[in-house]
């Protein structure tokens, strides 16, 4: 789904709006001048910014909108925000939401709220069954071998290619060590990418995953578990001149972007969670 962001003309607006924009993908935004009602009815949501609600009432009363979703942002306005939004209603506009963002907090509350228009809209557009979109995630986890494992803890950031082995939302990854343990060690939260060289739209593959690692040594049982999945032994790795570092990646999100899935009439992108994150883990 497509999101059109219109704001007034003043310069902390617009710096929201293209704020927005980024987080949440997938937009435009324009200036108020410049939206009509043709323009709009081309997008599945609307989005208004702007810090005079008085201003965003004469704007929502101009149109007969009709997209599936409609909110707004009104700039310092806490308090007022909910008194807005109940006399939008009494109006007959269908505002969704009016959400207040305080001037003082940019980026952190505008990245707030489009993080709430992602769970609220976007990611629930065109979702196909859970035990649909499972299949193909891990179809495509197991037809590969190689992702891209990003670890970070304040300015320090690695992004390391690395082969895995993916079985029951787990990923097994053996490593020498190296500088991403110094994020591991901080930061345990971790990201992961396996895709398809691009070549076009009509073959597009692509999947990010969110979870947490775990890692394990010699003398460990959950060690010996990690080299049986990779088809191991312990005689093999002892005879290594240093020791290989098992890593446990316990999944927890895959947002999977692929082409078959509009062949099932579904959107191209898709999510899939294995875990809550609230597993204990070492």
Same mark, same amino acid.
């Given at each position: 789904? %497509?999101?059109?962001?219109?704001?007034?003309?003043?310069?902390?607006?617009?710096?929201?709006?293209?704020?927005?924009?980024?987080?949440?993908?997938?937009?435009?935004?324009?200036?108020?001048?410049?939206?009509?009602?043709?323009?709009?009815?081309?997008?599945?949501?609307?989005?208004?910014?702007?810090?005079?609600?008085?201003?965003?009432?004469?704007?929502?009363?101009?149109?007969?909108?009709?997209?599936?979703?409609?909110?707004?942002?009104?700039?310092?306005?806490?308090?007022?925000?909910?008194?807005? !939004?109940?006399?939008?209603?009494?109006?007959?506009?269908? @505002? &969704?939401?009016?959400?207040?963002?305080?001037?003082?907090?940019?980026?952190?509350?505008?990245?707030?709220?489009?993080?709430?228009?992602?769970?609220?809209?976007?990611?629930?557009?065109?979702?196909?069954?859970?035990?649909?979109?499972?299949?193909?995630?891990?179809?495509?986890?197991?037809?590969? %071998?190689?992702?891209?494992?990003?670890?970070?803890?304040?300015?320090?950031?690695?992004?390391?290619?690395?082969?895995?082995?993916?079985?029951?939302?787990?990923?097994?990854?053996?490593?020498?060590?190296?500088?991403?343990?110094? %994020?591991?060690?901080? %930061?345990?939260?971790?990201? @992961?990418?396996?895709?398809?060289?691009?070549?076009?739209?009509?073959? @597009?593959?692509?999947?990010?995953?969110?979870?947490?690692?775990?890692?394990?040594? +010699?003398?460990?049982?959950?060690? &010996?578990?990690?080299?049986?999945?990779?088809?191991?032994? @312990?005689?093999?790795?002892?005879?290594? +001149?240093?020791?290989?570092?098992?890593?446990?990646?316990?999944? &927890?999100?895959?947002?999977?972007?692929? !082409?078959?899935?509009?062949?099932?009439?579904?959107? +191209?992108?898709?999510?899939?969670?294995?875990?809550?994150?609230?597993?204990?883990?070492?």
């Amino acid at each position: 789904m %497509n999101t059109l962001i219109v704001y007034d003309e003043l310069e902390r607006t617009k710096e929201t709006a293209i704020c927005l924009a980024r987080v949440l993908g997938m937009c435009r935004y324009l200036s108020w001048q410049h939206v009509s009602p043709s323009l709009a009815a081309r997008y599945g949501a609307v989005l208004f910014v702007t810090s005079d609600s008085s201003s965003l009432r004469s704007a929502l009363a101009g149109y007969s909108w009709h997209a599936s979703h409609l909110a707004a942002v009104l700039l310092g306005k806490r308090a007022e925000a909910a008194r807005f !939004h109940q006399q939008a209603h009494r109006d007959g506009i269908p @505002l &969704e939401m009016v959400l207040p963002a305080d001037r003082e907090s940019f980026p952190d509350d505008v990245i707030a709220i489009a993080c709430q228009l992602r769970r609220e809209w976007l990611d629930e557009t065109g979702r196909l069954p859970d035990e649909d979109v499972r299949q193909a995630v891990e179809q495509f986890l197991t037809s590969h %071998n190689t992702a891209s494992l990003a670890t970070g803890s304040g300015t320090s950031v690695r992004c390391t290619p690395i082969e895995y082995v993916y079985r029951d939302g787990m990923m097994y990854l053996f490593t020498e060590g190296g500088m991403k343990f110094v %994020n591991l060690y901080r %930061n345990r939260h971790v990201s @992961l990418s396996v895709y398809d060289p691009f070549t076009g739209l009509s073959d @597009l593959a692509g999947m990010q995953i969110t979870g947490t690692a775990s890692w394990y040594g +010699p003398g460990d049982v959950e060690y &010996e578990q990690a080299l049986a999945v990779r088809h191991l032994t @312990l005689e093999q790795v002892e005879k290594m +001149p240093v020791v290989l570092h098992a890593l446990v990646i316990t999944l &927890e999100q895959a947002e999977f972007l692929w !082409h078959g899935f509009t062949g099932q009439k579904g959107a +191209p992108r898709q999510y899939y969670r294995w875990h809550d994150g609230t597993e204990k883990r070492r």
